[in-house]
């Protein structure tokens, strides 16, 4: 079945770092993908969607010049929290589906997760 | 306005009896789809069933069964023959337009807790 692969799984660093996660799609290209955020005991929040060649677009409230979004290939986005600082700490989810399905009933598969933690 | 509404934050289920998770959503959109994840401790989403707004039927897939009931907006999740292994957060989404390029969007989620 169609596989997204997260990388890393778990990152704990300093303030003041930057913070790069990856997300690949393993099977299947994806022209869009998605990235999370949750908190502790809370729901997932859509942080921006990351479009293949062109800019990612984000929600309201998140700062662009803080989660940059590459989306260099059709099967890899990239998350970089920069700078990162104690309230960055999260879990960061990706998430794509097959662009190649036209049927709007396939399901987003996301990756593992990314635990960050900044101390 | 909330979009999808999920209100229990916890439910009970004994092993091997059924469950049902409550979801309401809102939404203008004539196209749209339901979707139940799934969210165990370690923290992975796993998809279990989809009802897309134009289906005729309920979804089923094995354990898991979605009543849909359109005119009330509620797309509840049943679980049936509950086992430990089902104890986990479950959540309903939602994906607005015939576009499978939109995000979904969660509810919060209720915590399910299976009792040997």
């Known amino acids: 079945g169609a596989v997204v692969s997260q990388h890393p799984s778990r990152v704990i660093c300093k303030s003041g770092t930057s913070v790069k996660i990856e997300c690949r799609s393993l099977?299947?290209?994806?022209?869009?993908m998605f990235w999370y955020r949750q908190f502790p005991k809370q729901s997932l929040m859509l942080m921006a969607t990351?479009?293949?060649?062109?800019?990612?677009?984000?929600e309201q409230g998140v700062e662009k010049d803080k989660f940059l979004i590459n989306h260099a290939s059709l099967t890899l986005s990239t998350l970089t929290v920069t700078s990162a600082h104690p309230e960055d700490s999260s879990f960061y989810i990706c998430s794509a589906r097959d662009s190649s399905r036209v049927n709007s009933n396939q399901p987003q598969h996301f990756g593992d997760g990314t635990r960050l933690s900044i101390l | 306005a909330q979009k999808i509404t999920q209100t229990q934050p916890g439910m009970f289920v004994q092993e091997k009896e059924a469950v049902t998770l409550d979801c309401t959503y809102d939404t203008s959109d004539p196209s749209y789809g339901l979707f139940w994840y799934k969210q165990p401790s370690s923290g992975e989403m796993i998809f279990l069933i989809y009802?897309?707004?134009?289906?005729?039927q309920n979804a089923t897939e094995g354990r898991y069964s979605l009543n849909f009931q359109k005119a009330r907006k509620s797309a509840n999740l049943v679980i049936s023959a509950s086992q430990l292994g089902d104890s986990a957060m479950y959540f309903c989404a939602m994906r607005e337009g015939r576009s499978g390029n939109t995000p979904l969007v969660f509810g919060k989620g209720t915590r399910l807790s299976v009792i040997a």
């Open positions: 009802q897309g707004s134009y289906d005729q």
């Open positions: 990351s479009n293949e060649g062109s800019k990612a677009t984000y």
């Open positions: 099977d299947f290209q994806a022209t869009t």
